[in-house]
Nanobody, 125 residues
Framework: QVQVIESGGGLVQAGKSLKLTCTASGGTSGLYGMGWFRQGPGKEREFVAAIRWTDANGYFADSVKGRFAISRDSAAKTTDLLMYNLKPDDTAVYYC??????????????????WGQGTQVTVSS
């Protein structure tokens, strides 16, 4: 089993930046990737960004491309989601997820078996 914990959420003004951190623990050997998803008020959960553990290749939703960045620390088993130029539409609960399923698509939620509880990000206008 892999445990996943998010941290770093909060309230920020539009145009500001915020960093979310996800920490994986437990059975992290063979980790293939970690991803971030979000669910805004009255919306479906959607993909935000993901990183492949082997080569740190990143993937981004079109809505955040150019504004968000993702990185990972293999030794610490953490991944950071760096969010710049935040918009009110970015308001959501952000979930981190991890997968040990190699060669799976990292942009779909069904690829992930391990999920965190979520952290709230609120962007005020």
């Amino acid at each position: 089993q892999v445990q996943v914990i998010e941290s770093g959420g909060g309230l920020v003004q539009a145009g500001k930046s915020l960093k979310l951190t996800c920490t994986a623990s437990g059975g992290t050997s063979g980790l293939y990737g970690m991803g971030w998803f979000r669910q805004g008020p009255g919306k479906e959960r959607e993909f935000v960004a993901a990183i492949r553990w082997t080569d740190a290749n990143g993937y981004f939703a079109d809505s955040v491309k150019g504004r968000f960045a993702i990185s990972r620390d293999s030794a610490a088993k953490t991944t950071d989601l760096l969010m710049y130029n935040l918009k009110p539409d970015d308001t959501a609960v952000y979930y981190c997820a991890a997968t040990r399923k190699w060669f799976t698509s990292l942009v779909v939620s069904m690829s992930y078996a391990y999920w965190g509880q979520g952290t709230q990000v609120t962007v005020s206008s």
